[in-house]
């Protein structure tokens, strides 16, 4: 991949607006600071997760006391070799959906299906994308495998919470391409077919800062360009006229010493200045559309690994949990942003079972006391 709420005011003279406030919020928890609603069924704090395989649930749950793990759905929907198939008739995600909920972790799905799909036609991944959402069969194949998703995890999940979150990459590409219209009838019909089969599914947009045509770690903007962005990523998000319970967003897709060191690219490490624009973004996103944010898929890298294959060096997980990290996770937290969900987005990068068990370490600490959404 390219590669995330407003405390309740209790003030008696203003029960009007908290009614009003009601009325155009999904029902849950107060809103935050920023005015970004609490999903239903979300813990009452700064939630943490992490990748994590079919089969793990209990073992990590016992090593880190992670909130949630996620797991992507890809393969392609009319490939033969698609999520469907990896056990028999889409099971796949059943097992996975009562694997996580015995354990008490709370089951996330990335569904990522469109760019792998046929035909995919095109020389870049907008092209393909486009050309797969604009193919009547294609997307007749499509619409089925995303109800089978659904069904499977309503019969799995009851009224116990899992999020789908849908195509991370196409939202930024739709919004490149200027393609709002065939952006807002799929978010429409992703959303009607939730409400329809799996109510209780909490659905996620992708925020991809891209979109805008420009990125937080490489073109460095300014504080007044940062704003732009996140009036740019709003507006677009607005357009959909489709409200989705969360947004997750990716900073960045690998650790900073992979991309330095594999592909010569040492301009993605992190300082002071960037997380202070990310949070800027994020922020300027939330206060317009009032949805809550995740940031998803962060490099699980630390500054102790070697720089060699599956131990590359990052700093953000240490920025947000690490020592004297309080004030960091706040700051990201006032923004708007209610979850962490760290992952390997390339073979190669640091995963939480290759970083020597700092991840776990870190996270075994967070969970002890962690940081209230209010």
Avoid at 90 to 117: C, D, K
Avoid at 140 to 154: E, F, G, I, M, P
Avoid at 326 to 353: D, E, K, P, S, Y
């Amino acid at each position: 991949m390219r590669g995330a709420i407003h405390p309740a005011r209790r003030l008696r003279h203003v029960w009007l607006v908290v009614l009003l406030s009601i009325a155009l919020i999904p029902l849950g928890r107060p809103p935050l600071a920023l005015g970004a609603a609490i999903p239903p069924g979300w813990p009452d704090h700064v939630a943490l997760g992490v990748a994590d395989s079919p089969g793990d649930a209990q073992a990590l749950r016992a090593q880190s006391g992670v909130d949630m793990r996620y797991q992507y759905l890809a393969g392609g929907v009319n490939t033969g070799h698609g999520w469907t198939t990896w056990n028999p008739n889409g099971s796949f995600v059943t097992l996975y959906v009562r694997e996580s909920l015995a354990a008490h972790t709370i089951p996330i799905f990335t569904y990522y299906q469109m760019l792998q799909s046929a035909p995919s036609v095109g020389a870049t991944e907008q092209a393909r994308d486009l050309s797969n959402m604009r193919n009547p069969g294609t997307m007749r194949a499509y619409w089925a495998d995303y109800k089978l998703l659904l069904r499977r995890v309503a019969q799995a999940a009851g009224q116990h919470l899992v999020v789908i979150h849908v195509e991370p990459d196409l939202w930024g590409y739709l919004e490149q391409a200027h393609a709002t219209t065939l952006a807002r009838s799929f978010a429409q019909r992703l959303i009607a077919l939730r409400n329809q089969l799996a109510p209780h599914v909490l659905l996620a947009y992708h925020l991809s800062v891209w979109g805008t045509d420009r990125d937080i770690t490489n073109s460095k903007p300014s504080p007044a360009q940062a704003d732009q962005m996140a009036a740019a990523s709003a507006a677009f998000y607005e357009s959909l006229h489709a409200h989705f319970d969360l947004v997750f967003n990716d900073v960045t897709d690998r650790d900073a010493g992979y991309y330095q060191y594999v592909e010569g690219n040492p301009q993605t490490w992190w300082g002071p200045a960037d997380f202070a624009r990310e949070n800027r973004y994020i922020a300027g996103f939330t206060r317009r559309t009032h949805t809550s944010v995740v940031l998803w898929q962060l490099p699980v890298g630390n500054t102790h690994l070697d720089n060699t294959w599956e131990h590359y060096q990052d700093n953000r997980l240490q920025w947000w949990f690490g020592a004297d990290s309080a004030a960091h996770l706040r700051a990201t937290r006032n923004a708007g942003v209610i979850g962490f969900l760290f992952g390997a987005g390339a073979t190669g990068c640091t995963t939480a079972q290759t970083d020597g068990g700092f991840f776990f370490q870190l996270a075994r600490r967070y969970e002890e006391h962690p940081l209230g959404l209010s």
